[in-house]
């Protein structure tokens, strides 16, 4: 049984929310006041919270629909990360002249560190695929649902092959319970209303 619905949560809802990245890291201290760190996972899962972004009673009744179809915890589906949801110019591989599948990614880049993130959700109709910097406009397409680029002829040897795109984050709501206060007629507010980042 699929576990992911490929269905955007309502884009005027998700851009009132908050979050971002989370790591999971075990620190223990020593008698001396010193410190050992590890590093459990080696790329983050972001967390939100989308309760500040309902604040009309369509995008509650929206939200309560949403929430129903997912069956809270136990479906997956797409959010649209408002501070971080577009890429351009990102390099994606280097042609060889046999390989002609390249996967989406982001890399981020602080002082001599880089980390690359996997981009598995792009979104349709924003895609463009370059090879040396020239658009290709054939013989290329994107999986919206893997981030996979596939080639029907192999890029030539020492081609970079780049990518300007805007991706959805994968999330599910980490809670199977939605809980509203009526505050006055026609009037509900939301303390809670957790996501988090699924692996796909």
């Not at 002082?111 to 054939?138: F, L, M």
């Amino acid at each position: 049984m699929p576990t992911f619905h490929e269905t955007q949560l309502p884009t005027d809802i998700s851009y009132g929310s908050s979050g971002g990245p989370e790591f999971s890291t075990d620190v223990v201290i020593t008698h001396s006041g010193a410190e050992q760190r590890n590093a459990n996972w080696t790329q983050a899962r972001a967390v939100y919270n989308v309760a500040h972004g309902v604040k009309t009673q369509s995008q509650l009744d929206a939200l309560i629909a949403f929430f129903r179809a997912r069956k809270g915890r136990a479906y997956g589906f797409r959010f649209k990360d408002w501070s971080d949801f577009s890429v351009t110019a990102q390099a994606i591989g280097t042609g060889d002249g046999v390989l002609t599948q390249f996967q989406l990614v982001e890399t981020y880049t602080s002082g001599s560190e880089t980390v690359s993130r996997t981009i598995t959700k792009p979104v349709s109709g924003t895609i463009t695929i370059y090879v040396d910097a020239v658009e290709q406009v054939s013989g290329v397409s994107t999986s919206t649902t893997t981030g996979m680029v596939t080639f029907t002829s192999a890029p030539a040897n020492a081609t970079a092959i780049t990518a300007d795109f805007e991706f959805d984050t994968p999330v599910r709501f980490d809670t199977d319970r939605l809980s509203a206060s009526l505050d006055s007629y026609g009037v509900n507010s939301w303390t809670d209303i957790p996501l988090v980042e699924v692996r796909v």
